[in-house]
């Protein structure tokens, strides 16, 4: 089992920038793929990024390319989410997830493990 756990979450105006964190905990060394997603009231789990955490390859979605980045440090067993130039339909419960495989990195239901999620949000 992996537990995840995010924080970092917070109230930011426009144009801002927040950095979230995910820690793992657990048989870490199982897990292929880390990533972020988000959620807003009344729409469903969307993809936000993903890293491979062997290669460091990562993909974004269009609506953050640009913007976001996503890391990882193996050795501290964390995932990041660097967010700039936030905007106001940013706003939502974001996620960090971890798959064994995750081949298909943009379906949540390719990842095996899940945090509890963070709230970001954006004023304008």
């Known amino acids: 089992q992996v537990q995840l756990v995010e924080s970092g979450g917070g109230l930011v105006q426009a144009g801002g920038s927040l950095r979230l964190s995910c820690a793992l905990s657990?048989?870490?060394?199982?897990?292929?793929?880390m990533a972020w997603f988000r959620q807003s009231p009344g729409k469903e789990r969307e993809f936000v990024a993903a890293i491979r955490r062997d290669r460091g390859d990562t993909t974004y979605a269009d609506a953050v390319k640009g913007r976001f980045t996503i890391s990882t440090d193996n050795r501290e067993n964390a995932s990041y989410l660097q967010m700039n130039s936030l905007k106001t339909e940013d706003t939502a419960v974001y996620y960090c997830a971890a798959g064994i495989k995750a081949l298909r990195l943009v379906e949540p239901t390719t990842y095996n493990y899940w945090g509890r999620g963070t709230q970001v949000t954006v004023s304008s």
């Open positions: 657990g048989r870490t060394s199982t897990i292929y793929r």
